[in-house]
């Protein structure tokens, strides 16, 4: 897989002296366990958030008798978890080194990870979570328990583009599920009204309070999800990342979106199919 980018690493990778005045040789300090454990927690955390809402999707089905209810939620469970399978599938991971040790990089102006034990090219980050040289790192994603990177970041974008428009489609469907089955006043479509009635004076049920709370929940959801996606759009457009981002740094040449998204963009926002490996990875110099 990505048999260029090896390729370039593994050339570029050739053992020579030790240097002891060299900045990268420094050990890096091991992660909290707490960390490490929000790489499972988060994803299962995910899931428990994902069948509740299809839960709850196939009861608003058997109320309102909507087939569209069901094709939805068919539709998106299958872009979610599909393109959830591809940014696990094609993690952009470097090749570990063969040399054991501290080295010195024979290449001017490129890092040497003491860690991996290889030569980092332009745009090449460290993870210290993954403990692996990511391509073009663009941040680590505890929710998903995998580094975003140059071969999944396309599917990271899909993934939360589909995340945020199933949840205000769910927000729709549970609104109009509240509205034809109670059809409170105004006020009783926030959840802390609800939960007051059914807590304090029993006017509202358990269901109608569920039901309203991940109304709530998916309104702010859609929010989220959207200005998340929108910014790494942006940020995939200016050929940046969210790490570049965070610490100033800029791109010489800022139009290479294609370099992420790759020819068959159209057809990826129908299925999460992965596309062809890219033939030069994007190591633009770094200003």
């Known amino acids: 897989m990505h048999e260029d980018l090896v390729e370039r690493i593994r050339s570029a990778n050739t053992p020579i002296e030790k240097d002891r005045k060299h900045g990268n040789m420094k050990p890096r300090m091991s992660q909290p366990k707490s960390l ?17 809402l299809t839960r709850y999707a196939l009861l608003i089905y058997t109320t309102l008798v909507d087939p569209v209810v069901l094709v939805l939620t068919g539709f ?8 959830w399978f591809q940014i696990l ?12 040790g501290d ?6 102006g ?9 030569v980092q090219p332009v745009r090449v980050y460290h993870c210290p979570l993954c403990n692996r040289c990511v391509a073009r790192r663009d941040h680590h994603c505890f929710a998903l328990g995998v580094c975003i990177g140059q071969f999944n970041h396309a599917h990271f974008v899909y993934f939360l583009g589909h995340a945020a428009l199933s949840c205000c489609i769910f927000a729709f469907f549970a609104f109009r599920y509240i509205h034809t089955v109670y059809d409170p006043p105004a006020g009783d479509y926030f959840f802390p009204v609800v939960l007051y009635h059914y807590i304090v004076d029993g006017t509202a049920d358990g269901c109608q309070s569920v039901v309203t709370f991940l109304f709530n929940f998916t309104l702010h959801l859609t929010v989220s999800l959207s200005g ?28 290479r979106s294609a370099r992420v998204f790759g020819p068959y963009f159209p057809l990826q926002l129908l299925i999460p199919v992965h596309c062809p490996p890219i033939k030069a990875v994007n190591l633009e110099k770094i200003v």
């Open 103 to 108: 080295m010195v990089a024979s290449i001017s």
């Open 89 to 100: 599938r094609h993690r952009s991971v470097l090749p570990r080194g063969d040399v054991s």
């Open 76 to 83: 998106f469970n299958f872009q979610i978890f599909g393109n």
């Open 36 to 52: 490490l454990a929000l790489n499972i927690i988060c994803p299962l955390l995910i899931l428990l958030i994902i069948s509740v």
């Open 228 to 255: 998340f996606c929108g910014f790494n759009v942006y940020l995939i457009c200016r050929n940046r990342t969210q790490y570049e981002f965070s610490r100033g740094r800029n791109v010489v040449r800022p139009d």
């Open 110 to 118: 490129e890092a040497w990870c003491s860690q991996c034990h290889i």
